[in-house]
């Protein structure tokens, strides 16, 4: 899928009032997407810092968009596991998201997250994120 398929895809998947909170798709490549998030006053946990849960959406969407560039508009694709570190607290800036595929098979897909602030160097989480895709009924 291309980024505005891709884009339009998840803006028809997910409810439109979640979308500002589960970030943009800016880049599309093979094996990679790039998302990007700025948090808004919902996103945010007591200390000015960006919550745990709103980083876990992200690499989750991220993790669910990189799977849809590469199989298609699969809306049943579902995650089966997502295991997050945080390294650092993530501040109240832009979050960039890039998703990689680690493993795409008939069924199951591996996908490594990167979250970043400033520059790549700069993680602030790391996630792998593991999805069941639907049976796909042949002709």
């Known amino acids: 899928m291309s980024l505005e398929e891709l884009s339009a895809f998840l803006d028809t998947a997910f409810p ?44 989750d969407v991220a993790a669910y968009a990189v799977v849809l560039a590469h199989v298609g508009p699969v809306a049943m694709a579902v995650t089966n596991t997502l295991n997050i570190t945080f390294l650092r607290p993530c501040r109240v800036e832009r979050v960039v998201a890039d998703a990689r595929l680690l493993r795409l098979g008939r069924r199951l897909a591996t996908i490594d997250i990167r979250l970043w602030q400033g520059s790549e160097a700069h993680l602030v989480a790391q996630a792998t994120v593991g999805y069941v895709l639907p049976e796909i009924q042949q002709a």
């Open 16 to 59: 439109a009032v979640a979308r500002p909170a589960l970030g943009q798709v800016v880049g599309v490549a093979l094996d990679h997407v790039r998302m990007e998030l700025d948090p808004g006053p919902q996103t945010l946990r007591p200390g000015n810092i960006v919550s745990g849960p709103t980083l876990m959406g992200l690499a």
